[in-house]
Nanobody, 124 residues
Framework: QVQLVESGGGLVQAGGSLRLSCAASRRTVSRIAMGWFRQAPGKEHEFVAGISRSGRETVYADSVKGRFTISRDNAKNTVFLQIDSLKPEDTAVYYC?????????????????WGQGTQVTVSS
């Protein structure tokens, strides 16, 4: 069992930045891909960003390309999501997830473990 704990969410004005962190309970996450998803009120669960085991490969949703950056520190079992140029439509609960695979994937069903989420609210 892997536990994931997100932190770093909050209330920020449009144009601002946040850095989300996801701390994993086990070193096994260093051997698998990781991802971030989000869910806004009344909307479907949405893939945001993914990163391979090594960190050399990343993938982003079109809506966040150029503004979001995913990274990882395998020595600390931690994954990060740097969010810049925030928009009100980025308001959502952001979830960290651990993949079943080594490679990046955008599909919810490819992820085995999920955190509880951290709220990001962007005011206009």
């Amino acid at each position: 069992q892997v536990q994931l704990v997100e932190s770093g969410g909050g209330l920020v004005q449009a144009g601002g930045s946040l850095r989300l962190s996801c701390a994993a309970s086990r070193r096994t996450v260093s051997r698998i891909a990781m991802g971030w998803f989000r869910q806004a009120p009344g909307k479907e669960h949405e893939f945001v960003a993914g990163i391979s085991r090594s960190g050399r490969e990343t993938v982003y949703a079109d809506s966040v390309k150029g503004r979001f950056t995913i990274s990882r520190d395998n020595a600390k079992n931690t994954v990060f999501l740097q969010i810049d140029s925030l928009k009100p439509e980025d308001t959502a609960v952001y979830y960290c997830a651990a993949s079943k695979f080594l490679y990046t994937t955008t599909q919810t069903h490819d992820y085995a473990y999920w955190g509880q989420g951290t709220q990001v609210t962007v005011s206009s």
